[in-house]
Each structure stands twice: as structure tokens, then as C-alpha cells.
């Protein structure tokens, strides 16, 4: 065991997900410097304060869309073998979980409304734990559907949930 | 809101069968009445006369009681409960009706709580719980206020249906209690960290009720006789005077709060293959827990419990309840004596005493320890960021304090950085995987191998520069997730091969790093 290590799960998510992370990054870091914008615009006698509060939050914004969207890209993946499903996700702080599917209680596919513009899907995988369900998001809609399929059918074969 | 599920079983029972709720439930809502008044009349001996704003507060209370003593009615003529051969029904409402069902051998635990009020007039709660983690506690079948000789016939009855329905019947041995209350452990009850917080805000509290009421203590004369002699001696005086009497305050409520807890403690051996744990003063608790749903056990040893020898011993099951319920309800011992404690476990457990036992786990790599000196350093720095940051704008004296501050700081916190090092430890024994970590609060917990349901991986942005990773072994007990903090790659999948054999084994890879080297 002293030389092995676990390597990345084998598929990739679609590469459409980077823009759909990035609509999402700019949704999430757009608004709060545009309104001291305009403030900074509007009000003159408190240009100084307004200035540094719209660049104090548009710097790091800025950097936020540029670096989370391909570096999440770069980390979420994902697999699913006849035993287990194996899914890598997050960008600074990284979880790997592996859940076998003879535990798997439920499988649900999700699409928000972000999603749907680019046609992407995210597949949940919950157990018995109330430690969080395993997600796989941002894999294309087709894939998905076959995903659940192929996650039902192993799941119904094995009644066991150890709660 | 209703679940028919299984209903249609002996629809041709007779309605004498049907079990219903006492009614002395009426005197309950009589008395929910009965702190309000008090404190009104006595807020009106006090002051002397009711203001609008007292009789205002009385009114709505009045109002509140009516609301809840007409639900309480309600419940109490809709509300009933039968055992059939296979289920256990409860109907209960009028505008929403409710009809639930619960198959006996889904039954996971059957609990009797009693707060004062109920045991007052002999009733206690009766819920049962049926092993879904995430549910809320309003899903859980419950009756409330049912009296007690009732409930302890239902409760014997709903144990013994199921055991019939699965085929079973485990044949107790009467060998007396695993562990029953020993009254030199009150010498632990003073060492309850949250005594302190206790007083804040039980004070805290009482404050804001008067103040509801429009009873202002701090008008009252020896509150205002108080204040003068406070005000004539020097302020670091002060300063220790209230912390003495905080102290003091909060060791008479933490002990106070053990007492509560844990008179008339018993955990014993059930029919059915359940473990039953008795408890408290005031309000008596009743936790049942099946032994097949134990899935191992925690060892905690906050740090006043840890300098005098003893912990606390928590069931790690499933069936407990939502995470809140399984954190009210998985104690198995009051704080004991560790080696008490460790009785315990192996009884429980059906194990040998030295299950729980940190010192003979696997050490975490050297990076481990880094890791928690860096962030020692880390607070330190930020922590004396502020009165130095301060003091340069405000004086010099400022900036020497926080750095002496600081220093004496860095040291404990050190301290504390390497012991929770030492703490760290993990591996397989028997079945049961060990794990153990923590800063203030050591813990060591026992997970069975058969518990775990899959594994989740997190690594930190540092945690990746230094190599390590921290292994969380998912279950439906107890927290869902018990994790073991920063082991290597190659600590960590072992201990996960030997946990759960062959569900890493197709995702690994050789360490191209190592296998340049080789």
C-alpha cells in the first residue's frame, strides 16, 4: 500500500459547465459592486468611500469568475462502476467521495434554471447518512438519464441500507 | 400531512381497543397559566399598581391560553392509538386528520419523556422512532400525554408485537443494571463547561421576562445598594468579583444540571435486544436504543473532565432521530470515571475493555502536527493583531500589553496544538474502526465496520501542499460522518481497505512520484 494513491475519477463534465459556473460566479459577484457603482457615480460628496467599496469588491469578484470556473473544471469528476459511485467536486476545498451502491437509497436528477440554459443536468446520489448526498453536477442531459438508469437498476438488486 | 400507508388491518376491531390520551391533560393547560399569574401578582405586590402595559401582557397570555388549551381539547378527544398484530395506528386531528401507521417491526426505539408539569399529574410522552435520519421531529410519532401506567403497557406491548412479527425473542437474563447512578460522580458535575454560559443566560433571560412585565430589578433597593459600594472600589476589584460569583454561580448550576440530568440514571438490558437508559429529576427520560442499530460508540473527554480521569460515553446508532434528537438522546453514561466509561463500551458493545483505548492507535504524520502549530501561529498573530493594531494608534502601553498578551498566547496555544497532535490516532480494531481527534473536547470513536456506507475524501488547499488528507467514514448513525484528520495517502487507504474491503480498490493507482523514484 506504500506507493498507491487515489486517482481522479475517469470522466470529465461537460465542458459546457465552466460557463455555466461562470453565469453563476458572475450572478453571485456582480450585483454588490454595481450598486456601489452607481453610488460612486451618483453621489458625488461620497465618491472616496464609494470608489475603494466598489473596487474592494470588484477586485476579488473579478478574480472569483476568472479562477473558480476552470479550476472547478479541472477537479469535478466522475464515475460509476457496477459496485460504487466515485465523484470528485469543489475547487479550493476538494471532496472525493465513494458511495457503494448497494447503500444508495434514492437517485434524483436535478436541473435549475442556470442548467437548463446550457442543457446540463446534476445527478444526486443520497444513503442512509446525514452527511450530505453525493452530487454530480454539470453532465449532459442524456448522460444523466442513462446515469440513473444504470444507478437504479445496481440499487434495486442489493434491498441492504444498514440504517 | 397524513400517511396511509398500511393501513386496513382489522378494520373490524372493536373501538374499545382504541387507546386514548388521559384527561388529565385539562389540568396541563390549567397549569401553563400558572408562572404568568405568579409573576404578575408578584410584579403587583412590588410595584404596587397594574399598568396598562402589565394588562396587556396578562390579556394576550390569557388569549394564548385559550388558544392552547382549545388545541389541547382538541387533541386530547381526536387523538387515538391501537396495536394491531402488524402496526401501530395513531389518528389524531379534527381539520387536518391524521392517520398514521407504522409497521411494528419498523419500530426502532420507543421512548417516555416527562417533564415536571406531566409527571406532576402521572402522564409522560410516549414516541416512537422509526430510524430516518433526516426527518423532522414532527414526523415522529408521538403521544403526548398519555398516563404513565398506559404508557409503560404500550410500550412493553409495541417491543413484544414486534419481536413476535420478526421472529424473535431475545431472552434477557436478569443480571441488574449495565451501569446505575453512583453519587460520587457528582464530583464531575462541577466540571461542565457550559455552567458559566448557563448563568449568562439564564440571567439573561430572567431579566428580559421582568422586563416584559415592566419589573425593573435594577430599581430595586439592594440591586441599587449593590451598585453604590460597586462604584466606590476599583474596577479590577469588580472585575474579580464577578468573575468569582460567575464561577461559583456556574458550578452550582452546572452541578445543579447533573443532578437534573442524571438522578435515577440506569442503563439496562431489555427485552427485544434493546439498551435502555433512565434518567433526570424533573423531567424523566427514557431513551431505548436497539442493539442492532448500534453501531459503536464515542468517548468524549472535554478538557474540566479530562484533568480529573473522566468522559462521557455516546452511542453512535442509528434510529435516534434528525441530528438534533440523536444529540438529546445518545448519551449511554453521565461524565464517569474512564475506566467506568470504558466498562461500558465493552459491555454494550461485546467487546474487550480496551476498544476505546487511544494510546496503541496508528500516529499521524509529522505534517499533522504542523498543520495545527501553523494555526496556533495563525490565531495568535490575529488575536494580537488587535490591541497592537489599537496601541499604535492609540499609546505605546497598548502595544507592550499585546505583546506580552501575545507571547503568553503563542505558548498555550501551542500547547494546545500539540496536544491535539498527540491526540490524533487511528485503526482497526476487530471489527470496529478507531478514530480519534480533537482540541478541548478529546474523541474517540468506535465505528463498526459494517456501519460504514461510503467514504468522503476532503483535502484543503494546505492539506494538499502537505500531503495529507482527511478520511470521513459516512454512516446512518449517529453524526453521519466521523472522520479521521490528516493522514497520508497511503495511511488513509489502508485504513479504508481494512475498514471496507475492495470498494477503493478499483480507483487507486501507483504514485507515479514513487514509482519515478523506485
Known sequence: MEDVRLRPPRHRVESRAVNWWRLQSLLFAVPLPLTFGILWASIPPTRQIFMWLTLGFLVPGLIYVLVMPPWRYRVHRWEVTDEAVYAASGWLWQQWRVVPLSRVQTVDTLRGPLQQIFKLSGVTVTTASASGAVKIKGIDHAMADDLVAHLTRFTQATPEDAT | ?518
Not at chain 2, 401578582?41 to 385559550?66: E, K, P, R, Y
Not at chain 2, 425473542?169 to 466540571?191: F, K, M, N, Q, T
Not at chain 2, 467506568?340 to 463500551?345: L, N
Open chain 2, 1 to 518: 400531512m397524513s400517511r396511509e400507508s398500511v393501513v386496513g388491518t382489522a378494520e373490524h376491531a372493536a373501538e374499545s381497543e382504541w387507546g386514548r390520551l388521559s384527561s388529565r391533560l385539562i389540568l396541563v393547560n390549567l397549569a401553563i397559566l400558572v408562572a404568568p399569574v405568579v409573576m404578575f401578582l408578584a410584579d403587583l405586590a412590588i410595584t404596587g399598581d397594574a399598568g396598562l402595559q402589565a394588562l396587556i401582557t396578562l390579556g394576550s397570555l390569557f388569549v394564548t391560553f385559550l388558544v392552547v388549551s382549545g388545541i389541547g381539547l382538541m387533541r386530547l378527544f381526536t387523538t387515538r392509538y391501537r396495536v394491531t398484530e402488524h402496526s401501530v395506528e395513531l389518528h389524531s386531528g379534527l381539520l387536518f386528520r391524521s392517520r398514521r401507521s407504522i409497521p411494528v417491526d419498523r419500530i426502532r426505539s420507543v421512548d417516555l419523556t416527562a417533564n415536571p408539569v406531566h409527571r406532576l399529574f402521572g402522564l409522560t410522552t410516549l414516541s416512537i422512532g422509526t430510524g430516518e435520519q433526516s426527518t423532522s421531529a414532527s414526523h415522529r410519532l408521538a403521544l403526548d400525554g398519555i398516563s404513565k401506567a398506559d404508557a409503560v403497557e404500550l410500550r412493553r406491548r409495541l417491543i413484544e408485537a414486534r419481536d413476535a412479527r420478526r421472529g424473535y425473542a431475545v431472552p434477557v437474563e436478569d443480571d441488574g443494571p449495565i451501569s446505575e447512578l453512583d453519587w460520587s460522580w457528582l464530583r464531575y458535575g462541577p466540571l461542565s463547561v457550559w455552567g458559566v454560559g448557563g448563568v449568562l443566560i439564564a440571567g439573561a433571560s430572567v431579566y428580559r421576562t421582568l422586563h416584559e412585565l415592566k419589573v425593573d430589578p435594577l430599581k430595586w433597593g439592594f440591586v441599587k445598594d449593590l451598585e453604590h459600594r460597586f462604584g466606590s472600589v476599583p474596577l479590577w476589584y469588580g472585575i474579580l468579583a464577578s468573575v468569582v460569583v460567575l464561577v461559583v454561580l456556574g458550578i452550582a448550576g452546572s452541578t445543579a444540571t447533573f443532578i437534573e440530568s442524571w438522578s435515577g440514571y440506569r442503563l439496562t438490558r431489555e427485552e427485544g435486544g434493546m439498551f435502555r437508559v433512565r434518567r433526570g429529576l424533573l423531567v424523566t427520560r427514557s431513551v431505548s436504543i436497539e442493539q442492532q442499530r448500534l453501531r459503536g460508540v464515542e468517548l468524549v473527554e472535554p478538557i474540566p473532565l479530562r484533568w480529573a480521569r473522566a468522559a462521557k460515553l455516546n452511542a453512535v446508532a442509528s434510529g435516534l432521530g434528525s441530528l438534533d434528537d440523536n444529540r438529546k438522546r445518545r448519551m449511554l453514561t453521565p461524565p464517569v470515571p474512564r475506566a467506568e466509561a470504558r466498562r461500558v463500551a465493552a459491555e454494550v458493545l461485546g467487546t474487550d475493555r480496551s476498544l476505546v483505548l487511544r494510546t496503541g492507535l496508528t500516529r499521524h504524520p509529522r505534517a499533522a502536527l504542523r498543520r495545527r502549530v501553523n494555526r496556533a501561529l495563525m490565531w495568535t498573530v490575529l488575536i494580537t493583531a488587535v490591541p497592537v493594531g489599537l496601541g499604535l494608534w492609540l499609546g505605546p502601553g497598548l502595544v507592550r500589553g499585546g505583546l506580552i498578551g501575545g507571547a503568553v498566547l503563542l505558548l498555550v496555544l501551542v500547547a494546545f496544538a500539540v496536544d491535539a497532535y498527540r491526540t490524533l490516532g487511528h485503526g482497526m480494531r476487530g471489527r470496529y474502526l478507531l478514530t480519534s481527534s480533537g482540541t478541548f473536547a478529546h474523541r474517540t470513536v468506535a465505528l463498526r465496520q459494517e456501519g460504514i456506507i461510503g467514504w468522503k475524501i476532503t483535502r484543503t488547499p494546505f492539506q494538499r501542499r502537505a500531503g495529507l488528507f482527511t478520511l470521513g467514514a459516512t454512516t446512518a448513525a449517529g453524526e453521519g460522518v466521523y472522520k479521521v484528520h490528516d493522514v497520508t495517502d497511503a495511511q488513509g487507504i489502508a485504513l479504508a481497505e481494512q475498514a471496507v474491503p475492495r470498494l477503493l480498490l478499483p480507483f487507486l493507482e501507483r504514485d507515479p512520484r514513487s514509482a519515478a523514484r523506485g
